[in-house]
């Protein structure tokens, strides 16, 4: 039988046999309330339930069981239930499912077919397309690989054993020694060579390395391979400037995610005194490293280990009661992830046996200490017995205080970009734009996306690196604007290409700060799996590493915002919601501001604005540390339409500082500002100031001095 619809059988077969009332009642938290001849749940997946009826209902399919949320939109079936609640991948999920059906089974054993002599060359050839009927390709819906996919797998890894052992395998062997694996390890663990010619064991979906690479096989508790991972480019002389990542991995959509964790087989003497100890290690040869000394180890894989809470729940599972010791590396990145990861294993579970191993000074990883020292595992053992705890009750005040006084002497890490306006930054804490989230909006025609750019460029002058995400308009016009802005020249002579203009740019450019400035614009995918928030972390963390410094990061604008294909099909305010939340974490994680560009609702003229005036912003108005709306010095939308659409040199304007997490808001006081719409510049004006200190008097232009009155000949 095919291996995809094994699988589906399997997985149909439980989900008749489980009994969804009784799960939804259990994962949610919340006894079921009749509505006429249907029962309603509270979802786990959004708070403000405050209504009499909980949004969360059931139907049956097929005989399936199948939930969905009237109010956010989720839905599925209780392995989607499990996976969402528990945080564990599909497999895990399934077994859970099985387990609350009555049916608990070995499902590796249900799958694997073991290795075949032909490994498949594809799972869509078994048949013809019928005439006249384009073939749809047979892809692997469910995040495990198929009995065929663990067949072509376990057939490659025992091929590239042989090559190991292989005259042509010798440099990945010596460069498995020289990591300080024993040859017991290497071929208890069943670790290979691939050379990188073609072979056949190798099919369609498994990454072929540049020159020979050493490939770490992921086994499971029978010695099967079900995952694999190949270090590419080890040997000095070969191509290891081009060899683009460190670890390949096989094709997700063939051969199923990576598991995020593994168990290697321990092969030094097992050591009684840490019997009860589980190292969690960071990647292969660190956790085989560990393995080999004789210690329970289990290697977190993938990138972001700080965010592998898959991981973390499998741990956590396995490993109940043992003492579970983070063994990461002696690096900055580590450092960051620890807390998030004991966050992780403690929300897993009850259990909070979690503790931190200190590496020596000078130590990179435990493989690097191993290399030094000829007395690791005893060492080693010594440094687990001195481990600290972590996520061990609550923190106490006491606790914290070390780390709080570092953080307020600390004043070289403290990040205050200042904005460009003066009057602003006395507002704002330390005095401009601090890391977290700066919302801004404003009305149509007051000069949003020129707004943006001054402070960017007023950034990049101050040498922060700025990224500016272009979503509305290309990053061409935004650079003519800036250089209309520095040159004083009209934007007219940008749009219409004039020489002066182009020579002018050039003979400036060399003046200003452009290497600071980073635009970047956000493309159109068919296939989206992380969405334009994803990409911004993807952008801001490869800025941070290129500059060595935390840059400035402008979204122009929320509303333009991409969501991935998980959320295509939700409400527009929960996909807005949703991509503030995953910019939130951003500003969190990295430590940088973020000023998000959003567009508002109508404003009433004769009221203050505030928060609600955000259009369809979701949660993020709240989640946001300041948030600041721009609109015409008016007292009527009559005048503020006037105003804008004639061609005056300096439009009068108020800032509104609506919020402000760290300081005080402008309330009947919002700060004046200028806007030279010809020249996209903006500034603030003590004479503008005084002459509008009555925000509800009607505005005159008598009431601007001489030299800021709007021109009196209108632009032809």
């Not at 786990?44 to 069981?65: A, C, N, V, Y």
């Not at 390395?209 to 010695?223: N, R, T, Y």
């Not at 992830?337 to 990179?364: D, F, I």
Request: net charge neutral; with cysteine; proline share 7%.
């Amino acid at each position: 039988m095919n291996g995809q619809r094994d699988i589906r059988r399997i997985r149909d077969e439980i989900l008749r046999r489980a009994d969804l009332r009784a799960v939804l009642t259990e994962l949610t938290d919340s006894a079921p309330q009749r509505q006429g001849a249907r029962e309603y749940w509270r979802c786990p997946f959004h708070d403000g339930q405050t209504g009499k009826t909980q949004p969360l209902s059931m139907d049956i399919k097929d005989g399936i069981g199948l939930w969905r949320c009237q109010t956010c939109g989720e839905g599925g079936t209780a392995i989607d239930l499990f996976m969402r609640t528990q945080r564990v991948d599909f497999m895990e999920a399934l077994r859970l499912v099985a387990r609350a059906a009555g049916t608990e089974r070995d499902l590796e054993a249900d799958l694997y077919q073991g290795p075949s002599t032909t490994p498949p060359q594809s799972r869509s050839r078994d048949a013809a397309p019928s005439p006249g009927r384009k073939a749809k390709p047979d892809r692997l819906d469910d995040p495990h690989p198929t009995a065929a996919a663990l067949g072509a797998i376990d057939a490659y890894v025992t091929a590239c054993q042989h090559i190991l052992w292989s005259e042509g395998g010798r440099p990945a062997l010596e460069w498995l020694r020289r990591r300080g694996l024993t040859d017991e390890t290497i071929r208890t663990n069943r670790l290979g060579a691939d050379l990188g010619s073609p072979m056949p064991e190798r099919v369609p979906g498994i990454p072929r390395p540049q020159g020979p690479g050493a490939v770490f096989p992921i086994l499971d508790s029978h010695g099967r391979a079900i995952y694999l991972q190949i270090r590419n480019g080890i040997t000095e002389t070969g191509p290891r400037s081009r060899a683009g990542n460190k670890y390949l991995n096989p094709r997700a959509d063939e051969f199923g995610r990576c598991p995020r964790a593994c168990w290697p087989k321990t092969t030094g003497p097992t050591r009684a005194d840490t019997a009860d100890v589980v190292l969690i290690c960071e990647g292969l040869p660190d956790t085989l490293t560990a393995a080999q000394a004789g210690f329970k180890a289990v290697g977190l894989l993938g990138t972001g280990h700080s965010a592998n809470t898959e991981g973390a729940a499998s741990i956590v599972r396995r490993h109940v009661t043992e003492k579970l010791v983070l063994a990461l590396d002696n690096d900055d990145p580590a450092e960051r992830a620890l807390p998030k990861l004991a966050a992780a294993l403690h929300e897993a579970s009850a259990n909070q046996r979690t503790w931190r191993l200190h590496l020596p000074t000078g130590v990179n990883d435990l493989n690097d200490w191993h290399l030094q020292d000829s007395d690791f595992a005893d060492h080693l053992a010594a440094a687990v017995r001195r481990a600290s705890p972590l996520g061990w009750g609550i923190p106490h005040v006491t606790a914290r205080l070390p780390g709080w006084c570092a953080t307020l002497a600390d004043h070289a890490g403290v990040l205050a970009i200042q904005t460009s306006f003066p009057t602003l930054d006395e507002h704002l804490a330390h005095g401009g734009w601090r890391p977290g989230i700066h919302l801004f909006g404003g009305c149509p025609g007051v000069g949003k996306s020129a707004f943006a750019t001054q402070c960017a460029l007023h950034a990049a002058r101050a040498d922060h690196p700025v990224l500016y995400v272009s979503i509305e308009q290309p990053p061409e016009d935004l650079i003519g604007r800036i250089f209309c802005k520095e040159l004083g020249v009209s934007i007219d002579r940008y749009w219409n290409r004039e020489p002066s203009y182009l020579a002018l740019a050039r003979q400036r450019a060399p003046g200003l700060p452009l290497h600071n400035l980073h635009i970047v614009t956000d493309p159109a995918l068919v296939r989206d799996t992380v969405g334009t928030a994803g990409r911004i972390r993807a952008w801001t963390e490869t800025l941070e590493r290129q500059t060595g410094a935390r840059p400035l990061v402008i979204i122009d604008y929320l509303q333009e915002m991409r969501p991935p294909d998980r959320e295509r099909s939700k409400d527009e305010r929960i996909q807005i919601a949703r991509s503030g939340l995953t910019l939130r974490q951003l500003a969190r994680d990295m430590g940088v501001p973020v000023i998000v560009i959003s567009s508002i609702n109508r404003v009433s003229y004769q009221t203050t604005p505030n928060l609600a005036a955000f259009k369809g912003s979701g949660d993020l108005e709240y989640q946001a540390d300041t948030a600041l709306l721009l609109r015409v010095r008016a007292a009527s939308d009559e005048e503020a339409a006037a105003m804008t659409e004639k061609d005056w040199h300096a439009i009068p304007l108020e800032l509104h500082l609506v919020k402000n997490r760290y300081g005080r808001i402008t309330g009947q006081h919002p700060i004046p500002i200028s806007f030279d719409r010809q020249h996209g510049r903006f500034r603030e004006e003590q004479d503008i100031k005084e002459a509008t200190s009555n925000r509800h008097r009607r505005w005159a232009p008598d009431d601007v001095p001489e030299h800021l009155r709007f021109g009196s000949t209108p632009r032809g």
